[in-house]
């Protein structure tokens, strides 16, 4: 997750779900299928791909200005991703998905979108988009290994079976360079007509804690760390509505969602835009962000020190099961 000091206005929305209908038949197929969740696959794929980021050579940064960076929120000559996109190519590819590498130049830095779709069997034209980024620094175990393990384990989930909607994975390249893969992928699917985004990005850190969760202006929040945040904009609101009421019924996780205002790019909602959802909200598309908020709870957030002993396996499969249900019931399926 890319780091910022912008103050936050966010409006908690906690209580407005509560009245949304969502049918009892389309609860239980969400959380038959989020049942399928292995925790133990998803901690197997978070130590696989850290030891990956260790196992890698750094990005070249002798193009950074290092008398205007801040290298202790953005330590750049420690960012790695080769060997987590091989990672997830290969992984993909073992599931039985065609995998697609959007690969871009750039005046800098190329970047590598991987990209594993299930076709829609009713209305393929129709897409839900669930995305994490894989470039990360240090080890990078919260941001973003426990993001990228659950995209894997997600797209496992849907293998094989049919869905009435496309089903798309993506992992982002470059996120930590200021959401680059993500931007260039909205810009190469301008016309795209998305029903629901989501976005891992730090989703396995979890502290109950009184006082490890640092407050966010405008959002009144506990001081524990033990519940999953998901943000919005205004074109978002109904996922995150519907997202709320799935997981109000189906009590994988407590979750906190949390409304920006209009598109999310106002002057005082700069954190809100933090991660690869951003380029979908100033597209026009809906997006949800899901996070545990990173440095705001997180002390090993961009240090070396983010690794996998600091997860919580419970909460990484909470949150991986709940955004499971969500897929389901927005891509409708899975299909008999």
Request: proline share 6%.
């Amino acid at each position: 997750m890319r780091a910022l000091s912008t103050t936050l206005l966010l409006l908690a929305v906690s209580a407005c779900t509560s009245a949304l209908p969502i049918e009892e038949a389309a609860i239980t197929q969400a959380g038959d299928f989020a049942a399928g969740v292995e925790k133990s696959r998803l901690v197997s794929d978070v130590d696989s791909l850290v030891a990956a980021h260790l196992e890698d050579t750094p990005i070249d940064c002798s193009n950074f200005d290092f008398d205007t960076l801040d290298t202790e929120i953005h330590p750049v000559c420690h960012i790695t991703r080769e060997k987590a996109r091989q990672l997830i190519q290969r992984r993909f590819e073992e599931l039985g998905y065609t995998v697609i590498a959007q690969d871009v130049e750039g005046p800098t830095f190329p970047t590598t979108n991987v990209i594993a779709e299930l076709r829609g069997t009713e209305r393929p034209e129709e897409v839900v988009v669930v995305g994490a980024h894989y470039d990360a620094f240090f080890s990078g175990a919260d941001d973003n290994s426990s993001g990228v393990a659950a995209m894997l384990e997600l797209a496992r989930l849907a293998a094989g079976k049919r869905f009435a909607r496309t089903v798309r994975f993506v992992g982002f390249d470059l996120e930590e360079l200021g959401l680059v893969g993500s931007t260039r992928y909205v810009r190469s699917h301008p016309d795209e007509e998305l029903v629901a985004t989501i976005v891992f990005d730090c989703i396995g850190y979890r502290d109950p804690r009184p006082g490890a969760q640092q407050g966010l202006p405008g959002f009144p929040i506990p001081n524990t760390g033990d519940f999953i945040a998901v943000i919005a904009n205004e074109q978002s609101r109904p996922r995150l509505e519907e997202l709320h009421a799935l997981g109000s019924q189906l009590e994988f996780v407590p979750l906190r969602g949390a409304l920006a205002p209009i598109d999310g790019s106002g002057p005082f909602s700069g954190n809100l835009m933090r991660s690869d959802h951003a380029p979908f909200w100033l597209a026009g598309h809906s997006a949800l962000f899901v996070t545990d908020t990173a440095n705001f709870r997180n002390p090993h957030y961009h240090r070396d020190t983010d690794v996998p002993s600091t997860l919580d396996p419970d909460f990484l499969a909470g949150v991986t099961r709940l955004s499971a249900a969500g897929l389901a019931y927005w891509a409708e399926g899975p299909q008999q």
